[in-house]
């Protein structure tokens, strides 16, 4: 799994956007769904979104709920994450992970990890 945040990288001002992209090599969107945590320092893994193609099935979290959505491009195996109204507490490392079908959205369901992208948020 490759992540990137973008032509800018993942610097960007409070209200403004961002979209992550994880490209996936090696198996399947319809073995595996794909899913964005997020690490902030002092602070737990959290999941973010997640998205499970061959059903078209989307989660979440609440604090994200109206400001990110999550899409999937199956024919270039890519899931994006497009960031809107950004707060400075969305500042983290971001991460996709695939897990498979029927595994929980949780750190310990993913079977594969992106090496994360820093996106940092500033007032």
């Known amino acids: 799994l490759r992540s990137a945040a973008g032509v800018w990288g993942g610097l960007v001002q409070a209200g403004g956007s961002l979209r992550l992209s994880c490209a996936a090599s090696g198996f399947s969107f319809d073995d595996y769904f794909i899913g964005w945590f997020r690490q902030a320092p002092g602070k737990e893994r959290e999941g973010v979104s997640c998205?499970?193609?061959?059903?078209?099935?989307?989660y979440y979290v609440d604090s994200v709920k109206g400001r990110f959505t999550i899409s999937s491009d199956n024919a270039k195996n890519t899931v994006y994450l497009q960031m809107n109204s950004l707060k400075l507490e969305d500042a983290a490392v971001y991460y996709c992970a695939a897990g498979p079908l029927g595994s929980y959205f949780s750190v310990e369901g993913m079977h594969y990890w992106g090496k994360g992208t820093l996106v940092t948020v500033s007032s």
């Open positions: 998205i499970e193609s061959r059903h078209g099935t989307i």
